[in-house]
């Protein structure tokens, strides 16, 4: 059985850090690759930064690049995304997700197989 649970969500003044964590157990967890999607209200889901299988190669999109680190542990099959530097416009659920591989880029919703169910991230301004 596959299971992909979310931590670490939160309210942070508008600057500040927060650090998600992501643990996959079962098929998730295989040598599978891992993303983060984040959806504001009203807006679609959004991928926001990936990694491959054995975390040797992250993407990202530029609204995060240079403030959001992606890492993997796969000893501890756990994913952490260590965001910085953090904007009001940042606020939205996180969501964990995994799939088989990434193609050098992040997929689309639909290309990923396994979701958590996601945790709230809040910047105030």
């Known amino acids: 059985q596959e299971h992909v649970v979310e931590s670490g969500g939160g309210l942070v003044q508008a600057g500040g850090s927060l650090a998600l964590s992501c643990a996959a157990s079962?098929?998730?967890?295989?040598?599978?690759?891992m993303g983060w999607f984040l959806q504001a209200p009203g807006k679609e889901r959004e991928g926001i930064s990936c990694i491959t299988s054995s975390g040797g190669r992250a993407w990202y999109i530029d609204s995060v690049k240079d403030r959001f680190t992606l890492s993997r542990d796969n000893a501890k099959k756990s994913l952490d995304l260590q965001m910085n530097s953090l904007k009001p416009e940042d606020t939205a659920m996180y969501y964990c997700?995994?799939?088989?591989?990434?193609?050098?880029?992040?997929?689309?919703?639909?290309?990923?197989?396994?979701w958590g169910q996601g945790t709230q991230v809040t910047v105030s301004s």
């Open positions: 079962g098929a998730a967890s295989d040598g599978y690759a």
């Open positions: 997700a995994a799939c088989s591989s990434v193609p050098g880029y992040i997929l689309p919703v639909k290309g990923w197989a396994y």
